[in-house]
């Protein structure tokens, strides 16, 4: 049997969002499709680019750097996420690549992005990566620091801090994750929601998600 085009699963990803958020109440418009093409080549991107697609992650500076360039001139109206870590040696790059930075995680990097955003005339988006497991091994900010850190970053630094992200710990239910996040967001009156992935992102609509991350559902598995 043959194995499904990306363009079908990018099909099939968008009718499942679909159909959860009309079962929700929400219009499907309200929720963003992030096709993560981390560790795909430009070759492997380009179906998915024909079939419409959009908004597009990657977790290293260094490896967008080396692919989006070029596909950015051969395709108008790209928005390219970074969903992974980033240090602040890298800050320059990923303000002069990115449009929207879901990993802001400590006053540093915070302190970095906002001089390189000053200095590029860049309009850039920001979530706050929230470590909600509290896990020691795991980058984000602690959720009972994330209004103190959301307050530096927009009233001392100037950034566009617009929602939250989070990565559930591997073992524990994503809903309740999910659900904790979407919260903390109401309080602290952020509009965006990052979360949920290939395996959870239904559950994340459910809980008000406004981008999902999606990679091995679009593009197969990672060799």
């Known amino acids: 049997m043959m194995e499904e085009s990306p363009a079908a699963r990018l099909a099939q990803v968008r009718a499942r969002m679909n159909a959860v958020c009309t079962a929700h109440g929400r219009e499907p418009h309200t929720a963003t499709l992030v096709a993560v093409s981390k560790t795909f080549p430009a070759e492997a991107i380009r179906p998915v680019l024909e079939a419409g697609q959009r908004h597009f992650g990657e977790n290293r500076v260094q490896e967008a750097q080396g692919k989006w360039p070029a596909l950015r001139e051969a395709y ?6 970074l969903i992974g870590p980033l240090q602040s040696n890298k800050a320059a790059d990923a303000v002069a690549l990115f449009d ?115 990679g091995s559902a679009i593009f197969g598995n990672r060799g």
């Open 76 to 81: 108008p109206g790209i928005t390219l996420h």
């Open 100 to 214: 929207v930075i879901h990993t802001l995680d400590r006053p540093k990097i915070a302190a970095a992005l906002a001089a390189e955003i000053n200095k590029q005339g860049r309009h850039v988006e920001l979530m706050i990566e929230v470590n909600t497991g509290e896990e020691p091994q795991k980058a984000g900010i602690k959720p009972r620091e994330t209004a103190a850190f959301l307050e530096h970053c927009r009233g001392t630094l100037g950034l566009n801090v617009t929602g939250l992200m989070c990565i559930p710990p591997v073992e524990e239910e994503p809903a309740v994750h999910f659900a904790f996040l979407a919260k903390l967001a109401r309080e602290l009156a952020l509009p965006n929601l990052s979360m949920g992935m290939s395996a959870d992102f239904e559950t994340a609509l459910q809980f008000g998600a406004t981008h999902i991350r999606v």
